[in-house]
């Protein structure tokens, strides 16, 4: 029986399986009907449904714990789905008498928008960072210069994202995008990267930032205990799983309020530095010291410098993943961009330099907390203020991370890419539940197996990775659709010379780290086995779709959740082609 147009539930007697109609559904089983005449019957969708049923005969179909007795005849199965579907839609009936569609909810205005942008890049990696430039570019002036560059290079391809964002309106981000032009296999490779490792990974190593930040004044002589640090980082990030499942709306709002305290508390560190520059604490800013190098610099060293710069600056793109939960995504999304790269960038630049006027190159080095050590020096009495900012700064952190990285896997179900589970909302709070249980779940498995620093590597290869096959993809569709309608069309300078950077720095990347760089294309192409089996191969035995049937309907039972009703023409990619603003 076909229950709305999410998926129907039929099995015999009491037991119902639920059979989700996705498009890769409809040939195979399709293809498990008898005649000619009835395969045609699943041209579409609620044809493939009935088609499918009418090979079941004597089931009886329900939802949840509604149920209706079938007799056999059309009629009758045809009167069931029509109840079933109104009870449903009932169910949907908001306060003031109207029918809402089960979909993601449009509420992340222009002043949200800008706060999970900020959010995101600032996080742990202005407090973990700066050390890791410092080390690699050798100097104090030139890692200013890398941080002021790094930010450039955000600004250049958030650019590009805003073009891509506004001309396929998917959720998703850089996912969708090269899904979209470069086809299945690529898509599903960055997909498969950023599931596994890189996602899981940041968050864990936000999460443990926060942890340590937070028991820090607990134990000011040595470092937190690992199963202290661990369990706090675990129960953060199952706290912050619960908001964002519960609602959209109180996951934005405690994204508002921490973005604008991590704010604060950089501009805290901000004030204080200009105040001691003011005073002549600027020894190590001068130019015959800035540019004294510590040990002497290598392209590959530069290039390490620039990628761990990139980590800082990593999450600019991540408001792309929720293009579809945007109010006015054309408008907003390439607004958003334009205001809060380039306030991070002025940030981040203005707190190192803040950092060096009371702090030498060596104490840098030698610290693991920079912003503690910073406020230890000059707060005075009201040191712990930084502990404490940093602990809130890098739980905002988390909970953009977990709504962002959330959709991704969410665009993936939808894609036919991960399990049709991870496609669901929960029909009333219409939040992807399953999707952030798998994104919490893999971040407490990545906790659970020690030191996750070595992985940070690992991750910002495979982002640089993904960003420019992304960017690449924009200058494939330029050619491929040269006259699909972009409301924002770059200049052409724009990606070009982000690949142009892109190219050199991965190369002496590869060149200087061989291993780490090495281990990141492993993980990417591991899921090549995986895409042929599990996507590209279409008739698997039986007992294999029966099989993800009961764990589909077993997880719509607990999660409470079915498939959205989307507008497709709020995610479908520009066709006509009118006026065009150029950048």
């Not at 995504?329 to 306030?343: F, G, T, V, W």
Request: hydrophobic residues 45%; proline residues 5%.
């Amino acid at each position: 029986m076909l229950v709305s147009r999410y998926s129907y539930l039929c099995g015999p007697g009491d037991r119902a399986h639920v059979l989700p109609l996705l498009p890769r559904d409809s040939e195979r089983d399709c293809n498990l009907l008898g005649s000619k005449k009835r395969q045609a019957e699943c041209s579409s969708a609620h044809a493939h449904a009935r088609a499918l049923y009418e090979t079941r005969r004597g089931y009886r179909c329900s939802f949840f714990k509604t149920a209706a007795q079938m007799d056999g005849t059309e009629t009758n199965r045809r009167n069931c789905a029509k109840t079933e579907q109104q009870k449903m839609l009932d169910s949907g009936v908001n306060q003031n008498g109207s029918k809402d569609r089960v979909t993601l909810k449009k509420e992340i205005g222009l002043l949200s928008a800008c706060a999970i942008i900020i959010g995101n890049i600032i996080g742990s990696g202005i407090f973990i960072s700066p050390k890791g430039v410092l080390e690699h570019a050798g100097s104090v002036g030139f890692s200013l210069i890398v941080w002021v560059l790094g930010g450039g290079i955000c600004a250049l391809g958030s650019l590009c994202y805003a073009e891509l964002g506004v001309t396929i309106p998917k959720s998703g981000g850089d996912y969708s995008y090269v899904t979209e032009i470069f086809g299945g296999l690529v898509g599903f490779l960055l997909l498969w990267s950023a599931v596994l490792i890189m996602y899981p990974t940041t968050l864990a190593v936000i999460a443990l930032t926060f942890s340590n930040y937070v028991l820090q004044p607990a134990f000011p002589n040595c470092l937190p205990p690992y199963i202290a640090t661990r369990l706090l980082s675990t129960a953060c990030v199952l706290f912050l799983t619960w908001v964002n499942c519960s609602s959209v709306r109180w996951g934005t709002r405690i994204q508002d309020v921490f973005t604008v305290g991590k704010l604060l508390a950089l501009v805290l560190i901000i004030v204080v530095g200009m105040v001691q520059i003011a005073k002549g604490h600027y020894d190590a800013l001068e130019p015959q010291a800035a540019f004294q190098f510590i040990k002497d610099p290598s392209v590959g060293q530069i290039a390490l410098a620039f990628l761990q710069a990139s980590f800082a600056y990593s999450g600019w793109n991540f408001l792309n993943y929720v293009t579809e939960e945007v109010v006015e995504p054309r408008k907003n999304l390439p607004r958003a961009i334009y205001i809060s790269i380039p306030l991070v960038t002025l940030v981040y630049t203005l707190t190192n330099i803040a950092y060096f006027s009371s702090m030498t190159p060596h104490e840098l080095l030698e610290s693991n907390a920079v912003a503690v050590t910073f406020g230890e020096k000059l707060l005075g009495m009201f040191s712990w203020v930084m502990p404490i900012s940093v602990a809130l700064s890098t739980f905002g952190g988390i909970n953009g991370y977990l709504f962002t990285s959330s959709r991704l896997c969410f665009s993936g179900a939808r894609e036919g890419h991960l399990p049709s589970l991870l496609a669901m909302i929960h029909l009333k709070s219409c939040t992807p539940i399953p999707a952030l249980l798998v994104c919490c779940t893999a971040t407490i498995v990545i906790l659970c197996i020690g030191d996750t620093h070595n992985l940070i590597n690992y991750v910002s290869f495979i982002n640089y990775l993904s960003y420019g096959v992304t960017i690449a993809g924009l200058l494939y569709y330029r050619w491929k659709k040269p006259k699909m309608f972009r409301p924002i069309k770059v200049n052409l300078i724009v990606p070009c010379s982000y690949l142009v950077f892109w190219a050199v720095l991965l190369g002496f990347s590869l060149y200087s780290e061989p291993v780490v760089c090495g281990m990141g294309l492993v993980i990417m192409l591991t899921g090549v086995p995986i895409y042929f089996i599990g996507v590209h191969w279409k008739n698997k035995p039986h007992w294999i779709y029966n099989a993800v049937e009961r764990v589909t309907y077993l997880g719509q039972k607990l999660c409470y959740v079915v498939f959205p009703q989307d507008d497709l023409s709020e995610i479908q990619p520009l066709k006509e082609k009118t006026v065009k603003s150029e950048l």
